[in-house]
């Protein structure tokens, strides 16, 4: 019978078998902490795909609600989870809140009565949103960031002044994951800034937001407003340690062996072949230990079963690149010659390489030279050195590392 295989490419990583992240998990407690206390915080987290943002929310959620302790003890915070698409506008948005919050903390009656009167303007915006006169149907945002915040600060001071029979709470922490995606109708940093400011206008200083996304998140906050960085104490996800990355592999094996009757091993060479293929990129990791684990036969998991999941067909590059990559490299980029470029550039991961240094692999004319770079950097593949001339980068080690690894070959 087929083994059932523990590691988890395809999803955030179980608590169980999350490894790392120790500064990330201390300074969100410590902001837990400040926030129970009358001293919000917020946090932007940042980093790039298949780092392992999802992960940390995933983590930091039984952390709020008290159901893993921390250095302060068991938090009781209530949790929203909310994912941005490129479809989410403000309302959606808003009535994802206030679904979670009724699903969280309106199942005894006498709350859920007190919320649905705190949150009636969102049945208001719902008429007028599938009203007969289309045309009139949009609300001025800014009076709808103000019923939200007025709602949400009244349910953050009931559910911390309870009424008999229901419990009291640290107050609401609200997880915004993929916020990269968010589209100009949703005005993420606008809302984020004016909803925070007002909170404190209200007396409301127990709600922290928790927003999640790809690097450029950054840059669309500050452009829906300037300031709304501000805001936020900012982390980034960056690589896990190789002690780390042999956690994961260990934790995996270990979790695998308690499914399955029949038991598997895995060799050091194997643990350290994964380790350096990976970077360190925990979807990497998770991604050739799911690979090697599945073509192993006889129970340890040796170097050849790593090397052989990772480059087969159907293997772990091959995976990697169908999910992240491969439209990136054989669609958007037409010419062979500028997949060249990528590949010179890639022998370098993603740190900065010279113009000049790409010429002289380079087998095209300066010229196609000159357009590629062009073309790449407007199409953020790659990025170029602002302070220093000549200067280009890949924009994303993962990619440099599938190119490096797989690229060359053939679609
Ligand atoms: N701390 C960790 N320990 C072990 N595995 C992890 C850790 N963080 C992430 N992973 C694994 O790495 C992969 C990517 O994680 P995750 O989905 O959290 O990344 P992400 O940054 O949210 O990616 P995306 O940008 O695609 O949303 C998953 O397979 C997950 O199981
Ligand atoms: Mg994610």
């Not at 008429?127 to 945002?141: M, N």
């Not at 950054?218 to 002690?243: D, G």
């Amino acid at each position: 019978m087929k083994k059932i295989n523990p590691f988890k490419p395809h999803s955030p990583v179980p608590t169980a078998m999350f490894a790392g992240r120790i500064n990330e998990i201390t300074t969100f407690e410590k902001g837990l902490h400040q926030t129970k206390n009358g001293s919000p915080n917020n946090f932007l987290i940042t980093g790039e795909r298949g780092i392992g943002k999802s992960s940390l929310l995933m983590l930091y959620k039984p952390l709020a609600t008290g159901a893993i302790s921390t250095d302060y003890g068991n938090f009781n915070f209530v949790t929203i989870n909310t994912v941005i698409s490129p479809r989410t506008n403000m309302l959606t948005f808003i009535k994802v809140i206030e679904r979670s919050l009724k699903r969280e903390i309106g199942k005894i009656e006498s709350v859920r009565s007190f919320l649905n009167d705190t949150w009636d303007f969102v049945q208001r915006i719902k008429v007028l949103d599938s009203g007969i006169e289309q045309s009139k149907s949009t609300e001025d945002p800014d009076l709808v960031i103000d019923d939200f915040a007025y709602s949400l600060s009244e349910t953050c001071n009931r559910i911390a002044n309870p009424e008999k029979g229901e419990q009291a709470k640290d107050g609401i922490v609200i997880f915004i994951d993929e916020a990269d995606n968010a589209s100009c109708d949703l005005h993420l940093g606008y809302f984020l800034k004016v909803v925070t400011e007002m909170l404190q206008q209200h007396g409301c200083d127990s709600v922290m937001f928790v927003v999640a996304g790809l690097p450029d998140v950054i840059e669309k906050l500050s452009a829906s407003h300037e300031s709304s960085l501000r805001v936020f104490n900012q982390l980034k996800v960056k690589e896990l340690s190789p002690e780390d990355r042999h956690y994961v592999i260990d934790r995996g094996v270990e979790e695998g062996n308690k499914v399955n009757e029949e038991q598997t091993t895995i060799s050091a060479d194997a643990k350290r072949h994964i380790s350096t293929l990976s970077e360190g990129y925990p979807h990497f990791i998770q991604q050739f230990s799911y690979s090697a684990f599945d073509t192993n036969t006889d129970g340890e998991i040796s170097e050849d079963d790593v090397l052989n999941g990772a480059f087969n067909v159907g293997g772990a590059l091959d995976s990697i690149g169908s999910r992240y990559y491969e439209s990136q490299y054989h669609e958007q980029i037409k010419s062979d010659e500028y997949r060249q470029v990528l590949s010179i550039m890639a022998e370098n991961m993603s740190s900065w390489v010279k113009k000049s240094d790409i010429r002289e692999k380079f087998t095209g004319n300066d010229h196609t030279l000159t357009d590629a770079l062009k073309a790449l950097t407007a199409r953020k593949i790659i990025l170029k050195n602002t302070s220093k001339m000549g200067e280009y980068r890949l924009q994303q080690r993962g990619f440099a590392l599938w190119i490096k690894l797989f690229g060359n070959r053939k679609k």
